[in-house]
């Protein structure tokens, strides 16, 4: 069954920098274009990122953009999130995401502390 793993999340001071992963499995990865969202405390679930499938185009979210990318490597099934310059607003749960025939799906996510 599909399944999206997301890793990598922890604590980090402003300024700082950190490299989420999501490892897939379950569909074919390298035909999907793959997301990346943030859930901060008390707020909507809001889009960071978006890969193509091939990995050769990737859109962001004005907040982030110029700071943050989202390699992906198709022959690993996984794609990352590479944070720089962190702010406190970075703070949140995030999400690797796809949608195929209409349908969403989620990883469990992984957990970011921006503070001091």
């Known amino acids: 069954q599909v399944q999206l793993v997301e890793s990598g999340g922890g604590l980090v001071q402003p300024g700082g920098s950190l490299r989420l992963s999501c490892v897939a499995s379950?569909?074919?990865?390298?035909?999907?274009?793959m997301n990346w969202y943030r859930q901060a405390p008390g707020k909507e679930r809001e889009f960071v990122a978006s890969?193509?499938?091939?990995?050769?185009?990737?859109n962001y979210a004005d907040s982030v953009k110029g700071r943050f990318t989202s390699p992906r490597d198709n022959a690993k099934n996984t794609m990352s999130l590479q944070m720089n310059s962190l702010k406190s607003e970075g703070t949140g749960r995030y999400f690797c995401?796809?949608?195929?025939?209409?349908?969403?799906?989620w990883g469990q996510g992984t957990q970011v502390i921006v503070s001091s």
């Open positions: 890969i193509f499938s091939r990995g050769d185009r990737s």
């Open positions: 995401h796809f949608q195929l025939d209409a349908t969403d799906y």
């Open positions: 379950g569909f074919t990865f390298s035909s999907t274009g």
